[in-house]
């Protein structure tokens, strides 16, 4: 199943693309075991989405939890959390 990555701001700037298209394998159904799957990459990657960075994340332009089912298609984002004022 594929999905659409899309990444924001300093996670952007982190991993180098802002965009990514991911065929994903076999028992990774949840936004976590994807975000899992891009720590296991190493480097930058593990830097800007491992544990213990502060991380929101959006499956079809909706907020949502890590527990989030994707379906075929989705559109998932990480970005790190705004602050305004």
């Keep these: ?3 659409t990555l899309k990444f924001f701001a300093s996670v952007r700037e982190a991993v180098g693309t ?3 298209v991911l065929e994903l394998p076999e028992g990774v159904q949840t936004v ?3 975000r ?3 720590v296991a990459r190493g480097g930058a990657w593990a830097q800007a989405l491992g544990e213990g960075r502060a991380l929101r994340m959006a499956c079809n332009q909706v ?3 890590p527990e989030t089912v994707v379906q075929a298609g989705a559109e998932v984002a990480f970005f790190p959390p705004v ?3």
């Design 63 to 65: 907020m949502c939890q």
């Design 1 to 3: 199943m594929n999905v």
């Design 32 to 34: 976590a075991g994807i």
């Design 36 to 38: 899992a799957l891009l």
């Design 18 to 20: 802002s965009t990514e």
């Design 83 to 85: 602050t305004g004022g």
